[in-house]
């Protein structure tokens, strides 16, 4: 098996790392990490249920899709995260306790008593400072996992506090838990790079014929490749969140305004404007040009600001309708 060095702080690049060490990596690898500031959700989760997209966007804290099912959780430079990849052997899936033992023996060495708890999760005294997902391709499974260890709680609590909108998803929500840092149960203070160290120290005492390891040329370009055409795209981020149904309503001076929308893939699939506005031309009109566009801020209001919204609905901004149409 092999220890390989990673150093970068990308969470979109290094998610596209986890998918090619499952997917076309040759070997058995392990690979400790860490991700700038971050939300990342699970494969199933619709986006907009699990942030605060107005704190994400006013802290430039980018949503990351990963390859595993499971919840949302918030990555910073004080998490450190670590992913395994191996040939996935009869009852390994879902077999969490078997995949979170080295982590709960090394913590036992730095004289913290933590356990597995329902399915997924780490706990110290019934506060959570681990989530863990895994995903199997081929024979092949992978297991990773974050360990909270000097994160930003506010930013934590902030990013994941879905803001109150009127969505009925099909996504799988996040289950919410009190949470902790390693660093608040140690008898000997330390950093996250001092914890980093030490965790990569204890995989290679304890692993058997565990080498470290760099990746070549052209494993980046394979990574590369993965980031620029899936992790690092809305797409994957946003549009991959399951069907869902959005409402939104305002009273204007010139009106109520009730808006539904069906979205499918990121995709607006259906539209229907209701209220007591005015418009010389029949709402059906504006409801159907907007069929077929990303559920998108981006995208939406340079169509809006093209459109003659005033025919439609009389005294409406692009802007006003946007606040609608989106979080």
């Not at 933590?114 to 999760?121: H, I, K, T, V, W």
């Amino acid at each position: 098996m092999y220890l390989l060095e990673n150093n970068c702080t990308d969470p979109t690049w290094n998610l596209a790392l986890d998918e090619y060490l499952l997917t076309r990596f040759p070997g058995e690898v392990l690979t400790l990490w860490r991700n700038g500031p971050s939300v990342v959700i699970g494969k199933n989760q619709n986006a907009l249920e699990e942030i605060d997209l107005d704190f994400v966007r006013t802290h430039q804290i980018p949503v990351v899709r990963r390859l595993t099912g499971g919840g949302a959780v918030f990555h910073d430079l004080g998490n450190v995260n670590y992913t395994l990849v191996q040939s996935c052997g009869a009852g390994d899936f879902n077999n969490y306790a078997k995949f979170t033992r080295p982590i709960v023996d090394f913590l036992a060495t730095l004289g913290v008593k933590a356990q597995l708890s329902g399915r997924n999760d780490l706990l110290i005294d019934g506060r959570k400072f681990s989530g863990n997902a895994q995903a199997v391709r081929n024979g092949r499974i992978l297991h990773h996992g974050t360990l909270l260890f000097s994160a930003d709680l506010s930013r934590l609590s902030g990013a994941l506090r879905p803001q109150n909108l009127k969505l009925e998803s099909k996504g799988v929500k996040s289950v919410s838990s009190r949470v902790t840092n390693l660093a608040d149960h140690l008898s000997v203070s330390m950093d996250v790079e001092t914890f980093l160290s030490r965790l990569r120290a204890y995989f290679l005492e304890t692993v058997p014929g565990l080498l470290p390891y760099s990746l070549t040329a052209d494993d980046r370009s394979a990574v590369e490749t993965l980031h620029r055409e899936k992790y690092g795209t809305w797409a994957w981020n946003f549009g991959f969140s399951p069907k869902y149904t959005w409402s939104r309503a305002a009273k204007f001076p010139f009106g109520l305004v009730d808006v539904r929308l069906d979205v499918d893939r990121g995709i607006i699939r259906s539209a229907t404007l209701y209220g007591d506005y005015f418009g010389r031309l029949d709402s059906a009109g504006l409801s159907d040009a907007l069929v077929g566009l990303p559920h998108r801020r981006e995208v939406l209001l340079p169509q809006l600001q093209a459109f003659p919204l005033e025919d439609y609905i009389a005294g409406i901004t692009a802007e006003e309708l946007l606040s609608l149409l989106c979080p």
